[in-house]
């Protein structure tokens, strides 16, 4: 069975400076998806971030890149220039590919409270 | 910009009652997703459906069932409901199949504390 594990229930950030949150997962698929999803406080949860198994470069999206190491089935996500707004819940998710018809599903992690401090 | 819109924000109810929490999105998606949230836990899902009429039991599904009548619309239902399912529920949706890369849109959840 796939699962994913972040080991930081918490962590604290000035303004401005750059934070990393840790998610390993383990899986015997070569095919899979890997997600990072925001939940602000009371807000709708929202996309962050997506890397596809397959690619080698690690994805990026504005302050957000993540640090993708296959092998040992690590999947960091680095925020830099941290802002107010970046303080959340943040949930590592899987995703394997079926190619079959047959509705893929996520499997989240227990999630990291960033606090971005002023 | 997609929508999707749960019911409730916050429910209280008693032990044994009936809860229904009813989710709609606007965007047409094939795919409807019910999860719990609770700390230390992370998403749990509990059912999803890929079409109307069409369910399928996710991780958690002891002591709840869905209905999905229409595509925009799936319904969380707690038969009698017990204080361990106070919870915060979410519900989501996504493209389906092939299309589709992972990417869910959430409502807001309700809080469920049940008494």
């Known amino acids: 069975a796939q699962t994913v594990t972040q080991s930081q229930p918490e962590m604290s950030v000035q303004e401005a400076e750059t934070v990393t949150l840790s998610c390993t997962y383990d899986t015997s698929e070569n095919n899979y998806y890997l997600f990072w999803y925001k939940q602000p406080p009371s807000r709708q949860m929202i996309l962050v971030i997506r890397?596809?198994?397959?690619?080698?470069q690690n994805a990026t999206e504005n302050r957000f890149s993540v640090n993708f190491q296959k092998a040992a089935k690590s999947f960091s996500l680095k925020i830099s220039d941290s802002q107010l707004g970046d303080t959340a819940m943040y949930f590592c998710a899987f995703m394997t590919l079926n190619y079959g018809g047959a509705t893929n599903k996520l499997i989240f992690g227990t999630g990291t409270l960033l606090a971005v401090q002023p | 910009d997609v929508k999707v819109t749960q019911s409730s924000r916050y429910l209280v109810k008693r032990t044994g009652e009936k809860v229904f929490l009813e989710c709609v999105q606007d965007?047409?998606?094939?795919?409807m997703f019910w999860y719990r949230q609770d700390p230390g836990l992370g998403l749990r899902l509990i059912y999803f459906?890929?079409?109307?009429?069409?369910?399928e039991k996710g991780d958690i599904p002891e002591g709840y069932s869905v209905s999905r009548e229409k595509k925009e619309r799936f319904s969380l239902i707690l038969e009698s409901a017990s204080t361990n399912q106070t919870s915060m529920y979410l519900c989501a949706s996504s493209l389906a199949g092939g299309v589709w890369t992972g990417e869910l849109f959430f409502g807001e959840g309700s809080r469920l504390t049940v008494l």
């Open positions: 459906s890929y079409d109307v009429k069409m369910k």
């Open positions: 890397q596809e198994a397959y690619k080698q």
């Open positions: 965007m047409d998606h094939e795919n």
